[in-house]
Every structure is written in structure tokens, then in C-alpha cells.
């Protein structure tokens, strides 16, 4: 079965721009390996949107996104944008500093192994999420592929989004971290899913696809890229020194037996609040609430 020609989507400044360095030795062991492609470097925010939509329209099947989580969640959505996805499959090759989805999708993140799966016939099927939030006063949809949420770790996207790439994505999140600690109050919402409305003060709520986010933590142990559903993480009203204790549990996914925090899985949630709130998706900071959130199940394949 010939290999399909792909599009490969390069991100120059992700990993604090070290992909621009990494991507020749990438390119050459792709042409070893014989996987017909063509390249573009991504230019700035959403480019790579564009650029993958683009291909799919125009008869391509292979979409293959060189950076980090940003980077992928990009590529997917333009691959979900075009107007004909069901031949369309996305690869991944991360040189991000993150990497939280392909601990999910069970990609490696050593270049040769991720690469190698490019070539052959096994694809995942996996759920996308869909969030939908106000930029500037107008609304706006987002799809992700691993996580999407409220409250503080959309307030530390926020912050650590204005700051330089060059810094690369570690660094930025800490700063944006010790920022938001600083300063961040906890937010009273009203949230609606599973026929049930509550209105609570949390710290956060993430809203999970897969298990990772922020670099490693396992923020939602319980979940399936390809379940059908969304599994959600609310943190309730807990304190600076309350978080700063609980915090490395989150790494172990133990932070779920926290008394104040409370899971449950769901196809659609909506929040709202007479506060403003942040959100973000897959580690992008994207606007803020009200705040709708819902999965297509089945629906982005995955070259694994």
C-alpha cells in the first residue's frame, strides 16, 4: 500500500526554538524512511490552522504537525475546519516542551520511533472536544484534542501566553504560575451538565479529553481519548496554601481523592458567572466565559 504524500507543519519557535534546529536532521530521517512530503514553517498564531485546512481541501491525507501541544492543536482543528475530513489523518512529531497529548495517544516522543509510525497503516480514532467562549465580545469555537477548561490554569495560559516565545513553554508557565498565585481570586459559576445546575466558588475546572496537561500533570487520570466522553475535574474553593500542598499529587493523578475536588464525565457542560473568567484549550489561552463545552466522538484520526 503506497504512503500517502504528506504535509508537514513545522513550527520553528516551539521548545523555546530549538524545532528550527531540530527540524533538518527530522527531515532527513523522513526522506530515509521514504515518506513522500512537502513542508511550510508556521509564520505565527493560527497559521497553522490555515495551512492544514488548506492541504485537506486540496486532496491531502497525511497532516503532520512538528511542535508542541499548540502546534497540534492547531494542525487538528484545521484538519476539522476542511471541507472533507474523513480520508484526513494527522501525525505528530513533538518537539514541544509539554507533550501532554501523546501521552494519551501513546505516541513517543523520541523523533525516530514518532516518525517511523508516520509511515505505516495504524490509526487511532479518537473524540474531540469543542468549546465555545466570547473573544472581544464576540463567540467564538475552538475544538481540542486533550484538555480545555476555567479559572486559575486558564488565568496561568493568560499570563504565560503574553510572555516571549524564546523562553520556550517551561518557563513561561512557572512565571505565569507564580503570577497567578499572587493575584488570582477564586471564582463563583454556575455549572450546568448531566440534567443537574450547581452553583459553587472554585479554583478551576478542567474540562478533559485526555489525562494530561501543564507538562506532565495528570490531571485526569480517568480518561479516554476515544470514550465518547468528557471527563471533568472541578477543584473547588481551596486556598494558595492549600493548592501549593496539594499540587504534587496532581503529577500522580491523586488529587482526585482531594475532598474538594469533584469528578464526573459528561457530553456537554455550560458555565456561566457574573465574574470574568479565563479559558483555555489545550495549553492555548483563548478568551473568556460564558462557556460551553461538548465532544464529536469518533471523529480526528491519529497516526499511532
Not at 21 to 50: C, D, M, N
Not at 52 to 80: H, K, M, S
Not at 159 to 164: C, F
Not at 236 to 253: H, N, S
Amino acid at each position: 500500500m503506497p504512503v500517502p504524500q504528506a504535509k508537514v507543519i513545522v513550527n520553528p519557535v516551539a521548545g523555546a526554538r530549538t524545532t528550527y534546529r531540530k527540524w533538518p536532521k527530522i527531515s532527513r530521517f523522513l526522506r530515509h524512511i521514504g515518506l513522500p512530503f512537502e513542508f511550510q514553517y508556521t509564520e505565527g498564531v493560527g497559521h497553522a490552522i490555515e495551512l492544514a485546512r488548506e492541504a485537506v481541501n486540496n486532496g491531502c491525507q497525511l497532516l503532520v504537525a512538528v511542535g508542541g501541544d499548540g502546534t497540534v492543536n492547531e494542525v487538528a482543528n484545521g484538519v476539522l475546519l476542511s471541507e472533507d475530513l474523513s480520508e484526513a489523518a494527522i501525525g505528530i512529531i513533538s518537539t514541544g516542551t509539554g507533550g501532554d497529548f501523546i501521552r494519551s495517544a501513546g505516541i513517543n516522543r523520541d523523533y525516530t520511533k514518532a516518525c517511523s509510525s508516520l509511515t505505516g497503516a495504524k490509526r487511532r480514532l479518537i473524540d474531540v472536544g469543542v468549546v465555545e467562549y466570547y473573544n472581544d465580545g464576540k463567540r467564538n469555537k475552538r475544538f481540542f484534542i486533550n484538555s480545555s477548561g476555567i479559572g486559575f490554569d486558564a488565568a496561568v495560559a493568560e499570563i504565560s501566553n503574553q510572555l516571549p516565545k524564546f523562553l520556550g513553554g517551561t518557563i513561561p508557565y512557572i512565571i505565569g504560575l507564580f503570577k497567578s498565585l499572587v493575584g488570582y481570586k477564586n471564582k463563583l459559576v454556575t455549572v450546568s451538565m448531566n440534567n443537574r445546575t450547581e452553583t459553587k466558588r472554585i479554583l478551576s475546572l478542567v474540562v478533559a479529553n485526555g489525562n494530561y496537561f501543564g507538562g506532565g500533570m495528570r490531571v485526569a487520570p480517568l480518561a479516554y481519548i476515544d470514550d465518547g466522553l468528557l471527563d471533568v475535574i472541578s477543584v473547588g474553593d481551596m486556598g494558595k496554601l492549600e493548592l501549593l500542598k496539594a499540587f504534587p499529587t496532581i503529577y500522580k493523578g491523586t488529587h482526585i481523592d482531594h475532598p474538594k475536588v469533584e469528578t464526573a464525565k459528561t457530553t456537554q457542560i455550560k458555565i456561566e458567572s457574573t465574574e470574568r473568567f479565563s479559558v483555555h484549550a489545550d495549553g492555548e489561552f483563548l478568551g473568556e466565559g460564558p462557556v460551553s463545552f461538548g465532544v464529536i466522538p469518533s471523529t480526528l484520526s491519529v497516526a499511532v
